[in-house]
Each structure stands twice: as C-alpha cells, then as structure tokens.
C-alpha cells in the first residue's frame, strides 16, 4: 500500500533544535499510512532568480525542487526570529516556489508549528510563514493552531515529550493533520 510522503520542514538550522525535535515528535504520532521525509534546508544556496534567467542553476537547488515534487503534503515547524520566520526557511519556500509557474508547493497540503522557549509561542513566525504559504497555495490546516512555548521543557533524553498532556496535544494535532491531507491526497 502506498502512503502519503509527507515533508517535514525545521526552519532552526541548529543540530539539536526544538524545531527538529518537535518535528520527530509530531512526525512519530502520524497514523499508518504516512512516511515521513527530512527536508534538509540549510545547504540551499540564496535564491537569486539570475541564475535561473541564466539557466544556472545550483544542483542543490534542483534536488530540493525535485524532493519537494515527490512529496505529498509537509509540516513546517518554526522557531521564531526577530517576530517572523528564519531566512533559511523562507529561502526553501522560494528555492521551490521558482520559476512561478512551475511551484513545487502549490496545491499540497501542510501544516504549522511554531515552537520558541518563550513565552508568546513564536506567533509572529506562525503568521510570518502561513501568509507566504497561503501565496504559495499551500493549503493550511487551521485547527489546532500550534504556538508551542516553554520548548525547553517539553523532551526527555531521547527526544519524546516528557508530559502527557502534551503529548496528547499533539497527538490530536497529528490526527487532525492526517486528516487534513487525505483531503488532497488519496492513499492508492
């Protein structure tokens, strides 16, 4: 049976980020049926649409378009910088958005997750990415909104979430994502 390719985005580029632990913890409670896929964003070179005029394109950049083509739907988890969301993560959205007419997230599915040690959930970023998301029609899952604060208090050791509500938050988060993608996406 085949499953729904499901894209996880960490718009934190630090090797031990919430982002990403967040990202494996959501990704590890999505039903049967969903395969989960790191997309790694940090070695993308800048957009600058010269070099697609150029038709020099950087080979990392048409992997990434090609790995975000071959996905189904994505969950983007992001941090918060300076009350919007981090370059890299931006620079990925517009790595595979170009050139306009060929964008590589239109029409998937995705949801978000903001997630800061703070105490304001990393709304602005929240914000920040769904507005360039809805441009890029992404359509984005609205229910539960995921502004995750306190990070720091949230893993054990090897990644899991320490408190079991939590816990359940974001189990019923990742059903109503699956939910949400089997509206655009059909297992065959």
């Not at 499901?6 to 959501?26: I, M, N, V």
Request: glycine share 8%.
């Amino acid at each position: 049976m085949n499953k729904i390719k499901t894209g996880l985005l960490a718009g934190s580029l630090r090797k031990d980020s919430f982002c990403l632990k967040t990202a494996k913890a959501a990704a590890a409670l999505l039903p049967n049926g969903f395969e989960t896929f790191f997309l790694e964003i940090g070695s993308l070179p800048l957009y600058n649409e010269d070099l697609e005029n150029e038709k020099n394109l950087p080979p990392e950049w048409l992997n990434f378009r090609r790995k975000v083509e071959s996905l189904d739907a994505f969950l983007f988890v992001t941090p918060e910088y300076n009350r919007g969301m981090p370059a890299a993560l931006k620079n990925a959205l517009d790595v595979a958005s170009r050139p306009k007419e060929d964008n590589k997230w239109k029409g998937k599915p995705g949801a978000i997750i903001s997630v800061t040690v703070g105490k304001l959930g990393a709304f602005g970023a929240y914000h920040s990415l769904r507005q360039t998301l809805g441009f890029l029609d992404v359509p984005i899952l609205n229910q539960p909104e995921m502004y995750i604060s306190g990070a720091q208090d949230l893993f054990g050791k090897n990644g899991e979430f320490i408190n079991e509500g939590t816990r359940l938050f974001f189990a019923s988060f990742a059903k109503q994502f699956a939910n949400w993608a089997l509206r655009f996406v059909s297992i065959k």
